[in-house]
């Protein structure tokens, strides 16, 4: 079976309406119960491209033989 492809960006939105729409607090229980189920769904997908991405990166950045290994420090 094929592995499917994430779209990081169009996951992540598709979460964010789903947050939002959770946070109206107009949702029924079943509703609230269904946006909940898809978004972890959402939010495994988007760890997964997270993950790749920094296999990518980790590969891309090999030289010599050796993994030049960077921590993502996001703070400045």
Do not use: R, W, Y
Not at 3 to 19: A, G, H, P, Q
Not at 44 to 70: D, I, M
């Amino acid at each position: 079976m094929a592995k499917k492809k994430i779209n990081f960006e169009k996951s992540l939105s598709e979460l964010e309406t789903l947050v939002e729409e959770m946070e109206q607090g107009d949702l029924s229980l079943e509703e609230s119960l269904q946006h909940f189920e898809k978004g972890i769904g959402l939010t495994t997908e988007c760890q997964q491209a997270l993950q790749s991405a920094e296999l990518k990166v980790q590969e891309l950045v090999e030289k010599n033989g050796k993994v030049l290994e960077k921590d993502f420090d996001l703070k400045d």
